[in-house]
């Protein structure tokens, strides 16, 4: 622009009612012409304050509300509660109930990243066709979610000590047609977006996060990996025996959108990998084990995490020998990933902000919890 | 698997760093000084054998008589996590030092905490409430929520007014 043409900084609002918003989540963005100078976050809208209701209720009554926080990942939210409070109390689980949860985990992970990445390829532009394939795949296996635990998104399957329920003798062939389709799927995802002309225009070299500044933020997840920094809690902290299976963390290079969503294709062949050698060595036995339904786990506390599909799904449960838990905390990585957004959408345009949120792949069910 | 670091392998860290900064210590946790918390931990992320560099989780809690603020901190090359504590006893104004010029991720962490738990974080650049509006009344994750002045209660409107008086556990008072 040159310096006889001046424009006024003005304040555009985006959302809470917004598609590109993923949720009612609201951004200000004090905008001079294209260019951002601030961002504001607004958020709280879906605010229902879980975790003072986890207070009022048992250990086991608070499975439900951990569905509800990031409802695109239900199993990998139900899997950290639990695993907080079987640190909690000492309890062990069974192999077979492990390995179910390891299965069940990873699937969420590719019916999630199924989501984000079509979402993605909305907010670049690519209008509908991306999303509509991913919906597709992603519906096969909410019907196993559904087959399983009798609800397709707030499944309400981990119990403390195990699963709820054994799995129906139809799940194996299930899982094995959906492992069959998936890999050629991704690739088909790939030839289709990672060579468009316009994808890579809309997110190469947008929104790039540095490594020091992605630790500095304490992002987590696909969004850390992609800036260089090899950090799975599934390989650093290995829960629910993570450590027997073969897998690669994927990590990306530049920190931009582009990486975050190669990143994520990355992880769904792993997640294959992972499912693929876990229902091979799928052990024998009781899938749960015997726990008092008005557990008292001792007085003390826990921190457990796991490596949800949005990165380090943390929960903090602290207990005073009573049935409720005395405090309840979720790390949620949805609202912790949107640390940096501020530092990187600053000077960048309008349209480049919604392609970095769609690429951060929040679930605002998460953030306001 | 990561390693725990424990109470008293942290309290000699912290010592050796900023002398006279640990207030006590239990098996798993290291609980620090208030005046001395921004410092104690700038030195912790520094230094090269603790290398706490990533703040994962920080969230309040609130013990009737005091409030503390538990911040998991790891590191990613040694991968190890510690956990850390510091005490705020007054309840009416609570206050802690913010963490946000060592962490910038601490940002809207602490405004959470400042949102449900009205701990005060000094330094902060922005503090706001983040999740609810401002003018929401009293602290919502505080125990005795239902009984401030001008606090909500349960149920809808209509019945509201008698305050629910919530006494505390005989056995946290010592």
Redesign the interface.
């Known amino acids: 622009m040159s310096d006889q043409v001046k424009s006024e900084p003005f304040i555009l609002n985006i959302g809470p009612q917004h598609p590109s918003t993923h949720g009612v989540f609201r951004v200000k963005v004090k905008v001079d012409g294209e260019r951002i100078l601030d961002a504001e976050m607004v958020m709280g809208y879906l605010h229902r304050s879980i975790e003072k209701l986890a207070e009022e209720r048992t250990y086991t009554q608070n499975i439900p509300f951990t569905d509800r926080t990031d409802y695109l990942a239900s199993m990998s939210n139900n899997l950290g509660y639990v695993l907080a409070v079987e640190k909690l109390a000492g309890i062990d689980v069974p192999e077979r109930g492990q390995a179910i949860r390891v299965i069940m985990a990873e699937l969420q992970r590719l019916a999630s990243h199924c989501m984000a990445v079509g979402a993605f390829a909305n907010d670049t532009g690519a209008w509908q066709t991306p999303v509509m394939w991913t919906f597709r795949e992603r519906e096969k296996i909410l019907d196993i979610f559904e087959m399983t635990s009798g609800a397709r998104l707030t499944c309400n399957y981990m119990r403390i000590g195990g699963v709820a329920f054994d799995l129906r003798p139809e799940f194996e062939p299930m899982v094995r047609k959906i492992l069959a389709d998936f890999p050629p799927f991704i690739e088909q995802l790939e030839d289709m977006l990672s060579g468009n002309e316009i994808f890579r225009a809309r997110s190469i070299g947008v929104g790039v996060l540095s490594p020091e500044m992605a630790t500095n933020s304490s992002l987590s997840g696909p969004v850390l990996r992609s800036a260089g920094i090899a950090w799975d809690i599934r390989k650093a902290d290995p829960y629910s025996g993570y450590e027997k299976y073969d897998f690669q963390i994927a990590v990306g290079y530049n920190g931009d959108c582009y990486d975050r969503f190669i990143v994520r294709l990355e992880e769904m062949r792993q997640s294959c990998k992972i499912i693929r050698q876990a229902l091979d060595g799928l052990p024998g036995g009781p899938h749960s084990t015997q726990v008092p339904l008005a557990l008292r786990p001792p007085a003390g506390e826990a921190y457990a995490r796991v490596e949800g599909p949005r990165g380090e799904l943390g929960y903090y449960v602290v207990s005073d020998e009573g049935p409720t838990p005395y405090r309840f905390h979720i790390r949620p990585p949805s609202f912790i990933n949107l640390s940096a957004l501020r530092e990187i959408t600053i000077g960048s345009t309008v349209a480049d902000a919604i392609v970095i949120l769609g690429s951060i792949d929040i679930v605002v069910g998460e953030i306001d919890r | 698997?990561?390693r725990q670091i424990s109470g008293a392998e942290l309290a000699a860290a912290s010592e050796r760093l900023v002398p006279g900064s640990v207030a006590k210590t239990t098996e798993w946790t290291c609980f620090l000084k208030p005046e001395t918390l921004r410092e104690t931990v700038a030195a912790l992320r520094l230094d090269p054998e603790m290398d706490l560099?990533?703040?994962?989780?920080l969230?309040g809690?609130?013990y009737w008589d005091h409030f503390e603020v538990?911040y998991?901190i790891q590191s990613?090359d040694k991968?190890h996590?510690a956990?850390l504590k510091v005490e705020a006893w007054d309840r009416e104004k609570p206050s802690v030092q913010s963490l946000v010029p060592v962490?910038?991720?601490?940002?809207?962490?602490e405004n959470?905490a400042y949102d449900?738990f009205g701990i005060v974080f000094e330094g902060h650049p922005k503090p706001y409430r983040?999740?609810?509006?401002e003018g929401f009344p009293g602290w919502?994750?505080r125990k005795d929520?239902l009984s401030m002045p001008g606090g909500l209660q349960p149920g809808l409107n209509e019945f509201s007014g008698v305050a629910r008086r919530i006494a505390p556990?005989v056995?946290?008072v010592e």
């Open positions: 698997m990561t560099v990533h703040l994962t989780n969230c809690a609130d538990v998991h990613f991968n996590i956990t962490y910038h991720g601490a940002w809207m962490q959470e449900l983040i999740l609810l509006w919502p994750l929520f556990p056995s946290v």
